[in-house]
């Protein structure tokens, strides 16, 4: 939340501008016009296979590049973007640009895997987020199967029985769906196989401390025999030390991301450092 976020480097954006209604305008005002003038940048984070490190694919994160000032995170932004609805647009050009990013890589003889992007609690509400998904695929030819949305627990309980109906026409395009932050969002695990769910990404929060701190490591357990069982893929975000690694390998957890391997990186790096040519 960039609220509770003490003074920092891009204190600007997460505190003063969020403090009254006019500097919400404000920021509002210049988000909408970074969108006019391309200032937003889609990073790319390694997903890899736990087993043996193998690349099975990229998540998608959104970055602010206002000219001549420092680099602004998602977390600065992405809460006003939801309120003032901006979120639909911005979601839309990163959900487009991840896809044409995809398609150039395979294009050029890559194996980037799968790509992941995030979808919104606002965009999840509105019903043309599908219309937009078809488009795009159409668009840039990509099999709906190479994509991967994400969405976080807490908002798919948000929307109760409307998530049902566009859960399942999100999957019927052929996409595949991952719960993001799993764990946070104290719901009831029967929407699991409702919604045919086919990634669980447990909560950066229980891996942090999943070395040191047994109630962690237990529940990353329950999490991994869970989804074994529902033969739902579970992936663990914010993998940091080669020894939160070893466990997952051990609970027999299938993917991971994480600063261990490498932060999220401009398509370029990313390219450089994890793609090669067939
Ligand atoms: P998320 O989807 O859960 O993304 C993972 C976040 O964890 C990313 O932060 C990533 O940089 C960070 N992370 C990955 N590995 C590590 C690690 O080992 N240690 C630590 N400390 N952090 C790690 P980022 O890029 O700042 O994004 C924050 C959140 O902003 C995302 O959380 C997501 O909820 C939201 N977000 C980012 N891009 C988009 C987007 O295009 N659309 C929407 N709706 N939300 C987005
Ligand atoms: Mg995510
Ligand atoms: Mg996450
Ligand atoms: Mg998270």
Not at 254 to 262: I, P, R, V
Request: hydrophobic content about 45%.
């Amino acid at each position: 939340r960039a609220k509770a976020k003490g003074r920092n480097t891009y204190g600007f954006y997460t505190e003063d501008l969020t403090r009254s209604a006019s500097a919400r305008l404000e920021l509002e005002t210049r988000l909408r016009r970074a969108l006019d003038n391309g200032e937003f940048v889609v990073h790319y984070q390694p997903v890899l296979r736990v087993a043996d490190g193998a690349l099975l694919g990229a998540e998608a994160l959104v970055r602010w590049q206002p000219p001549g000032e420092e680099m602004v995170p998602p977390g600065a932004f992405i809460p006003i973007a939801e309120e003032t609805g901006l979120i639909v647009p911005l979601g839309e050009w990163v959900l487009r640009e991840a896809c044409a990013q995809l398609r150039d890589w395979l294009a050029a003889g890559y194996r980037p895997g799968v790509m992941a992007v995030n979808l919104s609690v606002e965009q999840i509400r509105r019903q043309d987020v599908v219309c937009t998904l078809r488009s795009v695929l159409a668009d840039t030819g990509l099999d709906a199967a190479q994509v991967e949305l994400e969405i976080t627990e807490s908002s798919l309980m948000e929307q109760g029985g409307q998530a049902t109906e566009l859960l399942r026409d999100l999957k019927a395009a052929g996409v595949r769906l991952a719960i993001d932050d799993f764990g946070t969002g104290y719901s009831s695990l029967s929407y699991l196989k409702r919604f045919a769910i086919d990634k669980l990404k447990i909560d950066r929060s229980f891996i942090q401390d999943i070395a040191d701190d047994r109630n962690d490591l237990a529940i990353a357990a329950a999490v991994v025999a869970m989804a074994r069982a529902l033969e739902i893929a579970v992936q663990a975000e914010g993998v940091e030390q080669p020894a939160q690694l070893e466990l997952l390998r051990e609970l027999g957890c299938g993917s991971y991301q994480g600063f261990l391997c490498s932060r999220p990186l401009p398509a370029a790096a990313f390219a450089a450092r994890f793609l090669s040519a067939r």
